[in-house]
């Protein structure tokens, strides 16, 4: 299948950036939407902003004009730019990727997830 790996952990001060990548990896796949969830303890996973391989992309409320999310169609590599981060974007942030895997003779869909990588904004 497609494997995901994130990197970019960090621990910043309110006010600071930082910047997550997630490369895809595997053989005969097609990447589609790939996004970035996170999820604080206690809370439910939510969705932080994803973007089409065309390029359109969509952010929660919370992180509109300060976050952005990016990607490399040819590195199979999303982005997300964080910056004027918050204590409330402590969270555990996951890469998702959805898209094709397969030959021309059998294509599978496929929906894969990092392995997480902690983010903690200190007050």
């Known amino acids: 299948q497609v494997q995901l790996v994130e990197s970019g952990v960090g621990l910043v001060q309110a006010g600071g950036s930082l910047r997550l990548s997630c490369v895809a990896s595997g053989s005969r796949f097609s990447v589609n939407t790939m996004g970035w969830y996170r999820q604080a303890p206690g809370e439910q996973r939510e969705l932080v902003a994803a973007i089409t391989r065309g390029g359109s992309s969509n952010y929660t409320d919370s992180v509109k004009g300060r976050f952005t999310i990016s990607r490399d169609n040819a590195k199979n590599t999303v982005y997300l730019q964080m910056n004027s981060l918050k204590p409330e974007d402590t969270a555990v942030y996951y890469c998702?990727?959805?898209?094709?895997?397969?030959?021309?003779?059998?294509?599978?869909?496929?929906?894969?997830w990092g392995q997480g990588t902690q983010v903690t904004v200190s007050s």
């Open positions: 998702n990727a959805d898209g094709l895997v397969g030959s021309i003779f059998r294509l599978t869909a496929f929906d894969s």
